[in-house]
């Protein structure tokens, strides 16, 4: 008789940071906090390596110098502006805004919309300067419906929500009712 060994998911709570290798971490810094409004923030002083920490909207950016990046040179030969390419997104308030503010600091960037039953997402892609791809979207317009039965989504809305369910299938109903329902408060007839 095989006993099959039964595994949880790793008891995460949320999202750090992410970390990037850059060609100069001043530069970089300029673009994250300029464009982005991240903040510098204290680095633990132990590390033996040029880089940099930043913060803002609950994650870290962390900035690792490696000047020897060639695979795109970001001043030369500029790298393709591809949706379908790794990048880390955003949620924004107002799309349109994002894109004036890009056109008037002279960024190259390019939209994306996505339809989901009548539902409409704006994305506005651009790089950093190394050639990471940013997204700034409007992606709350979905909702977030789990395909599974067993509602393995662990939303990290804090006590208040945890106290108001039992389970966290009824946790994941009351947050996205709540979504729904603001939703539903802001369509405009």
Not at 41 to 67: T, V
Not at 110 to 132: K, L, R, S, W
Request: glycine share 6%.
């Amino acid at each position: 008789m095989v006993i099959e060994e039964v595994h949880e998911a790793l008891p995460l709570l949320s999202l750090n940071h992410v970390s990037l290798l850059v060609r100069s971490v001043w530069t970089s810094v300029q673009f994250y906090e300029d464009v982005l409004g991240f903040g510098l923030i204290k680095r633990p002083s132990s590390f033996n390596f040029h880089g940099a920490w930043l913060f803002n909207y609950g994650i870290g950016i962390h900035l690792l110098e490696n000047k020897s990046i060639d695979e795109y040179d970001a001043i030369n030969e500029p790298r393709p502006i591809n949706p379908k390419d790794n990048h880390i997104s955003f949620q924004c308030t107002d799309v349109g805004l994002v894109k004036r503010r890009l056109e008037a600091m002279g960024m190259r960037y390019t939209t994306a919309v996505v339809e989901e039953g009548g539902i409409q997402v704006d994305q506005v892609f651009f790089h950093d300067p190394d050639g990471y791809m940013i997204e700034i979207c409007n992606c709350e317009n979905l909702p977030v419906l789990p395909i599974s039965s067993s509602c393995p989504l662990k939303p990290s809305y804090g006590n208040y929500y945890k106290k108001m369910a039992e389970s966290k299938c009824e946790l994941m109903e009351i947050v996205m009712m709540k979504s729904l329902s603001r939703d539903m408060m802001n369509f405009s007839f």
